[in-house]
């Protein structure tokens, strides 16, 4: 049995929770204390994941609890590697006639994609830190709203279900996306980008960041352009295609749902994200709704700029990354962007995070609609985001309390 020591509760306002990992362990002897402090009283209680899961799946139909000798497999044939990623691969994946006695909602003749993340790695670990340290009422509420498709339909891509496969993996069923991720599509532009196709863009990434805040209550914590994709294949002169959110392997379920009051509010967390793209604060141990806005006003100057602010392509360190950071002033040297479009950027990049612009007013304000359509980019980018891995390497450190 994985044990956790209990710890002083007296610099926390609502839930501790603290969490003990071992990859030599099985996922099903994960033990948990929870101390909830409501008032004066203290309670101290212990649960188990496969406790946890039992409470959760008995309320939500898409998320699936196997043990042996039952799999994944059972349920979904795997076919060729669509991507792979930090965390695990993801697979194309079509119904078996047992998965679709199961999962009633899907389709026999419709291809899926399933991420699988191996129980020996850090998502799975990830993945069950999220599961436990809410209340079982908050994961399911958060759960839902996830796999609705009023989120689909807020430009995050569609999860039809989780499968918890014990002791040996966890698998996501999700949407298949036909076309590129930004970053691919954004290297292998030959034509100027123009500032309209920008403006739509921007709206997109902010309905899904939005939409993630405000009705799941969650932060995606790795904004980057390697993390929205479009929905079907790019055509030279055509419309783009919509994009999608993906990749909630470092997500960071909030309490609650992001409101007024809590819209700018910063926690404490260890950093984590991709290094280019982290907020100032983060490195400080803090994060909240603005870190998220930061990620996507730096896709936006690099779209707008074929460069990223602050000078940050110019450094090969970690420490000299930051530095620059902290240090350099945002400037639109030579670049064709609209005033309007520098006015967008600027409020989104302000480095205090009290001032910068929420998801809220930036939803609302007129570049998004009023955008010219002339060419702000030129098709041969100064500074490519082929950078070194350094620059790229995801800085994983889980948080350590439930905030």
Same mark, same amino acid.
Request: glycine share 6%.
């Given at each position: 049995?994985?044990?956790?020591?209990?710890?002083?509760?007296?610099?926390?306002?609502?839930?501790?929770?603290?969490?003990?990992?071992?990859?030599?362990?099985?996922?099903?002897?994960?033990?948990?204390?929870?101390?909830?402090?409501?008032?004066?009283?203290?309670?101290?209680?212990?649960?188990?994941?496969?406790?946890?899961?039992?409470?959760?799946?008995?309320?939500?139909?898409?998320?699936?609890?196997?043990?042996?000798?039952?799999?994944?497999?059972?349920?979904?044939?795997?076919?060729?590697?669509?991507?792979?990623?930090?965390?695990?691969?993801?697979?194309?994946?079509?119904?078996?006639?047992?998965?679709?006695?199961?999962?009633?909602?899907?389709?026999?003749?419709?291809?899926?994609?399933?991420?699988?993340?191996?129980?020996?790695?850090?998502?799975?670990?990830?993945?069950?830190?999220?599961?436990?340290?809410?209340?079982?009422?908050?994961?399911?509420?958060?759960?839902?709203?996830?796999?609705?498709?009023?989120?689909?339909?807020?430009?995050?891509?569609?999860?039809?279900?989780?499968?918890?496969?014990?002791?040996?993996?966890?698998?996501?069923?999700?949407?298949?996306?036909?076309?590129?991720?930004?970053?691919?599509?954004?290297?292998?532009? *030959?034509?100027?980008?123009?500032?309209?196709?920008?403006?739509?863009? %921007?709206? $997109?990434?902010? &309905? +899904? =960041?939005?939409?993630?805040?405000?009705?799941?209550?969650?932060?995606?914590?790795?904004?980057?352009?390697?993390?929205?994709?479009?929905?079907?294949?790019?055509?030279?002169?055509?419309?783009?295609?919509?994009?999608?959110?993906?990749?909630?392997?470092?997500?960071?379920?909030?309490?609650?749902?992001?409101?007024?009051?809590?819209?700018?509010?910063?926690?404490?967390?260890?950093?984590?994200?991709?290094?280019?793209?982290?907020?100032?604060?983060?490195?400080?141990?803090?994060?909240?709704?603005?870190?998220?806005?930061?990620?996507?006003?730096?896709?936006?100057?690099?779209?707008?700029?074929?460069?990223?602010?602050?000078?940050?392509?110019?450094?090969?360190?970690?420490?000299?990354?930051?530095?620059?950071?902290?240090?350099? *002033?945002?400037?639109?040297?030579?670049?064709?962007?609209?005033?309007? %479009?520098? $006015?967008?950027? &600027? +409020? =989104?990049?302000?480095?205090?995070?009290?001032?910068?612009?929420?998801?809220?007013?930036?939803?609302?304000?007129?570049?998004?609609?009023?955008?010219?359509?002339?060419?702000?980019?030129?098709?041969?980018?100064?500074?490519?985001?082929?950078?070194?891995?350094?620059?790229?390497?995801?800085?994983?450190?889980?948080?350590?309390?439930?905030?």
């Amino acid at each position: 049995m994985v044990s956790v020591q209990n710890r002083s509760c007296a610099k926390r306002c609502s839930r501790l929770c603290w969490f003990a990992w071992r990859e030599e362990q099985g996922l099903d002897t994960l033990t948990l204390p929870i101390t909830s402090v409501s008032g004066s009283t203290v309670e101290v209680g212990q649960t188990t994941l496969s406790d946890r899961l039992r409470e959760i799946e008995d309320r939500c139909e898409k998320l699936i609890v196997l043990k042996p000798p039952k799999s994944c497999e059972d349920f979904f044939q795997l076919g060729d590697v669509l991507g792979e990623g930090g965390f695990g691969k993801v697979y194309r994946a079509t119904l078996t006639s047992q998965g679709k006695r199961t999962c009633s909602w899907l389709e026999v003749d419709h291809v899926y994609a399933v991420k699988r993340i191996e129980n020996s790695g850090r998502g799975s670990s990830e993945l069950i830190r999220r599961t436990m340290l809410v209340s079982a009422e908050r994961h399911v509420d958060y759960f839902r709203s996830l796999t609705n498709q009023a989120c689909a339909e807020s430009n995050i891509i569609q999860i039809f279900a989780q499968i918890f496969d014990i002791p040996n993996s966890i698998s996501v069923v999700l949407e298949v996306l036909e076309g590129p991720d930004m970053l691919d599509w954004i290297q292998s532009c *030959k034509s100027p980008i123009m500032e309209r196709d920008i403006a739509n863009m %921007a709206k $997109q990434m902010f &309905t +899904a =960041i939005h939409y993630l805040h405000w009705i799941i209550g969650a932060l995606h914590r790795d904004i980057k352009p390697d993390n929205f994709g479009f929905c079907k294949p790019v055509k030279i002169g055509g419309l783009l295609p919509a994009l999608k959110l993906f990749d909630f392997g470092v997500s960071l379920v909030l309490p609650d749902p992001v409101n007024t009051t809590t819209e700018l509010k910063l926690l404490d967390a260890k950093p984590c994200g991709t290094l280019l793209y982290m907020a100032p604060e983060v490195f400080d141990g803090k994060c909240g709704p603005p870190s998220d806005v930061w990620g996507v006003g730096l896709i936006l100057y690099y779209l707008l700029c074929r460069d990223l602010p602050f000078d940050l392509l110019t450094y090969n360190s970690k420490r000299g990354t930051i530095r620059g950071l902290r240090r350099n *002033k945002l400037t639109f040297d030579d670049a064709e962007a609209s005033v309007g %479009a520098r $006015q967008f950027v &600027t +409020a =989104i990049l302000q480095k205090d995070p009290s001032c910068r612009s929420s998801t809220r007013t930036v939803l609302s304000n007129h570049w998004l609609v009023n955008a010219q359509r002339s060419p702000c980019s030129s098709p041969r980018p100064e500074r490519m985001l082929k950078v070194s891995p350094s620059q790229t390497a995801t800085i994983w450190r889980a948080s350590t309390g439930c905030i």
